[in-house]
């Protein structure tokens, strides 16, 4: 049992609030995911020709100054990294294998959680509310967010194994519920070139649709045929560059409510992370259909 949260502000003057608003949410889904958390925000877009790759520095004690001087060393002075506690968002002239390669040759002990034009990624272990407290989730901005509470049932507690998941740029899933075939899908990915982290079974969910993307599906067609593939009770909540999707299996065993106004699409596994918000009471409230897909655009 674990807990998913999704927001999507529809007016650009909310957006400096998504932080704020997203906190009850979270926090509602503790007693669903105790044991770890995390959230990926899409905000502000890197500049041109930029990049955003999220680090996480673990139980190092990482001196994030000699990795800001050496990231502009190596990708040029215009390079920026913000640090906040053991993560850190590096904004730099870069693609993914030039920043992994650096990361291996000076900081091995730093891990690349994702990258992207516009989303920055924190997970970490612990309690929904240290883990907020931790990273300032409360204060942060953008167009939509991707939240999770994990209880691990399958695999261990560890931030490799915490949601969400992500795959190429600006994509990652959170998920609640369990797949009973992901070591057969990973198998199969793995022919392809696909590389996994963890054990996972929702790493296998992410990096499948992740990798029909990558081959030009769009969403709808991607988790078309991730119906056809992934065996089991899910519902996934999920996030591109661009926009909010969610979705549940074809017998919508696991639990998801969605409440829509003019100014925010909120998602959650239960109302009372709903209930919090401003203007829910007067919302249109439903529950999202078993196979089908629900996706909102930033505009």
Not at 230 to 257: E, M, W
Request: proline share 5%.
């Amino acid at each position: 049992m674990c807990g998913i949260v999704g927001l999507f502000v529809k007016r650009r003057e909310l957006r400096p609030a998504l932080g704020e608003m997203m906190m009850p949410m979270l926090l509602g889904m503790t007693e669903r995911g105790p044991d770890s958390g995390g959230l990926a925000v899409y905000g502000e877009e890197a500049p041109a020709g930029h990049r955003k790759f999220s680090l996480y520095g673990g139980a190092a004690d990482v001196a994030w100054d000699d990795v800001a001087t050496s990231a502009r060393e190596r990708f040029g002075e215009a390079s920026t990294l913000m640090p906040k506690a053991n993560h850190a968002v590096l904004v730099a002239d870069s693609d993914r294998e030039r920043v992994v390669g650096w990361l291996r040759d000076a900081y091995p002990m730093l891990t690349l959680l994702s990258c992207g034009r516009t989303m920055d990624l924190y997970k970490d272990t612990g309690a929904p509310a240290a883990i907020a407290e931790r990273y300032g989730f409360a204060h942060l901005s953008g167009t939509h967010v991707v939240g999770h509470t994990r209880m691990a049932t399958e695999s261990a507690v560890t931030p490799a194994h915490a949601h969400p998941f992500t795959y190429g740029e600006d994509f990652c899933l959170v998920h609640n519920g369990s797949l009973s075939n992901p070591n057969n899908v990973r198998r199969e990915l793995e022919h392809h070139g696909v590389a996994f982290e963890s054990d996972n079974d929702t790493e296998a969910a992410c990096r499948f649709i992740g990798y029909q993307l990558e081959q030009g599906d769009d969403l709808a067609t991607a988790m078309s045929k991730g119906f056809a593939v992934l065996d089991g009770f899910y519902t996934l909540l999920i996030g591109t560059r661009d926009s909010l999707a969610v979705v549940r299996d074809p017998y919508a065993c696991k639990p998801a409510i969605v409440a829509e106004t003019d100014d925010y699409v909120a998602i959650s596994s239960e109302f009372r992370s709903l209930a919090a918000l401003p203007g829910v009471a007067s919302a249109k409230l439903f529950e999202p259909k078993p196979r089908q897909l629900y996706q909102w655009h930033v505009q």
